[in-house]
């Protein structure tokens, strides 16, 4: 099972960039790209509570959510897939595995761009955020997922992913999981969810393999 953004999708710079045109409206400091993974959690509002020393109120998120999201939209025709991507996906599904991607993208956002990069024919199922309310973390979206996946079993699934929420999702809905740290998560924070952590996709889908085999 495939994460999206900062997995699939190699999209962490235009995510940076993103942020921190909406944190200058925002009148919050520039990130680099390191401190941002050191930061950067799920659910969104903590890694603003990380920022701003409190959680943001109601009022405050919708207009944090809606900056980022204006800022990261007009940029996305900039991403692509994550280097190899394409070969790794041809090459499980030509071998008789199952794919599928369970993210907290817009599920419409994610259908499309699925259709448009030419992939979406490698998955099973694809499930993404519904659009309403803040992205909590998707340990019940996944739960959702893999029941509704007719004979996959949980115990022999792999959830490839760049955040510790990947991992704590796997957990909740009986998966494993392989963390990778091109995306979102540097790779001290990474470590802190106990499972293997790569740095390339080519070794995630091998350690993937190497833990259901």
Known sequence: MWDWNGTLLHDI??????????????????LTLDRYRDLFCVPIPKFYERLLGRLPTDEEWVVMDGAFHRHYFARIERTALTEGAADLLDAWGGAGGTQSVCSLAGRDHLAEWLVRLDIHHHFARVDGHPGTGPRQGKAEQMVRHLAAMEGVDPARTVV????????????AAGARAVLYTGGSHSRRSLSAAGVPVVDTLEEAVEVAGNLVS
């Open 13 to 30: 710079h235009v995510v940076l960039e993103a942020t921190n045109a909406a944190f200058g409206e925002l009148g919050l400091p520039v």
């Open 160 to 171: 490839i992913g760049d955040a510790t929420d990947d991992a704590v999702a796997a957990a």
